[in-house]
């Protein structure tokens, strides 16, 4: 049992390329997020589904996009990567989108380099 | 903006001694505080959590404090262990929300000196 899955691991990208990153979880859990994590600014919340065919942003949802297409599976796309998208990305999940009651598992994360 | 303010960013402490870290928020409709524990190269993973009819809760020599009145509550890690060493996060969130009310503070790197 994996948990949750992240690829790649991590990624040179050059600016103005598309990218998507990859999550899956295999607890059956409703609700994913991705996060991206900074040097002193923490784990901020990128986009969020609830459930699956439904998504929302978070604080930082600008340049990324995600789809939900079925409960595993959570990709994140940077349609045209720019430097500040430089971080390392984590992909979480948890059982229901109740933020108050549930704790979210997160994956090994990616780390992406944008030049 | 950021809601929840975590400090100090980073703790130096000697093996065997207490360690805390501090977090305040702003929104008082937060109910639920937990706190995150981050190893190098891994996902952050939930250590710890308090809702705020209690004052304090502990499991083993983890221990939050939390001050309603305030809005601050903290960590104590009591008998400090080299294998603590780690980032840890704080958060508060309201319960029944959409999970876009989760708010992490800015994490504190804490180091044990053996």
């Known amino acids: 049992i994996a948990g949750i899955t992240q690829a790649p691991t991590s990624q040179i990208l050059a600016a103005g390329r598309r990218m998507t990153l990859r999550c899956t979880q295999d607890?059956?859990?409703?609700?994913m997020y991705w996060y991206r994590q900074d040097l002193g600014l923490g784990l901020r919340l990128i986009h969020y589904?609830?459930?699956?065919?439904?998504?929302g942003k978070g604080e930082v949802p600008d340049g990324y996009s995600v789809s939900r297409a079925n409960t595993d599976d959570f990709p994140l796309t940077l349609a045209s990567a720019v430097p500040s998208q430089t971080s390392v990305y984590f992909c979480?999940?948890?059982?229901?989108?109740?933020?108050?009651?549930?704790?979210?598992?997160f994956g090994p994360g990616t780390r992406l380099t944008v030049l | 903006q950021q809601q929840v303010k975590q400090s100090p960013q980073s703790l130096i402490v000697q093996k065997g001694g207490i360690s805390i870290i501090n977090c305040a928020y702003e929104?008082?409709?937060?109910?639920?505080f937990p706190w995150y524990q981050q190893f190098p190269g891994k996902g952050p993973a939930l250590l710890i959590a308090?809702?705020?009819?209690?004052s304090e809760k502990k499991e083993g020599r983890f221990t939050i404090s939390f001050n309603k009145s305030a809005k601050q509550f903290s960590l104590h890690i009591m008998d400090s262990q080299p294998g603590d060493s780690a980032t840890y996060f704080c958060?508060?969130?309201?319960?029944?929300?959409?999970?876009?009310?989760?708010?992490f503070g800015s994490g504190t790197r804490l180091s044990i000196r053996p």
């Open positions: 979480a999940s948890s059982e229901s989108g109740l933020a108050g009651a549930n704790e979210q598992f």
């Open positions: 607890m059956r859990h409703n609700a």
């Open positions: 589904s609830n459930t699956a065919g439904t998504t």
């Open positions: 929104n008082t409709a937060f109910d639920y």
């Open positions: 308090i809702r705020p009819d209690v």
């Open positions: 958060a508060a969130s309201m319960g029944g929300s959409s999970a876009s009310k989760i708010i």
